[in-house]
């Protein structure tokens, strides 16, 4: 898997947990994994700038 099909992968997972834990209250992961997610595509997003997207996970705060 390249870096940018892992971001996607990554964004489009944390996008379905987010839906779980805000919106339906019903988590499926802990928040350990949660942010262990989040901070591996911050990692990810910083090293590859040029697959920036503004409705990134990692630019939302809370829910």
């Given amino acids: ?8 992968s990554l964004r489009t997972e944390l996008r379905e947990h987010n839906h779980n834990y805000y ?3 019903s ?9 262990m997610m989040l901070k591996e ?3 990810l997003e ?3 700038p ?5 409705s990134s996970p990692t ?3 809370g829910g």
């Fill in 1 to 8: 898997m390249t870096d940018q099909q892992k971001i996607e």
């Fill in 41 to 43: 595509l911050q990692a």
């Fill in 23 to 25: 919106v339906l209250n």
């Fill in 50 to 54: 040029e697959f920036s997207d503004s």
């Fill in 46 to 48: 910083e090293k590859h």
């Fill in 27 to 35: 988590p499926k992961i802990s928040d350990y994994d949660f942010d």
């Fill in 59 to 61: 630019l939302r705060v």
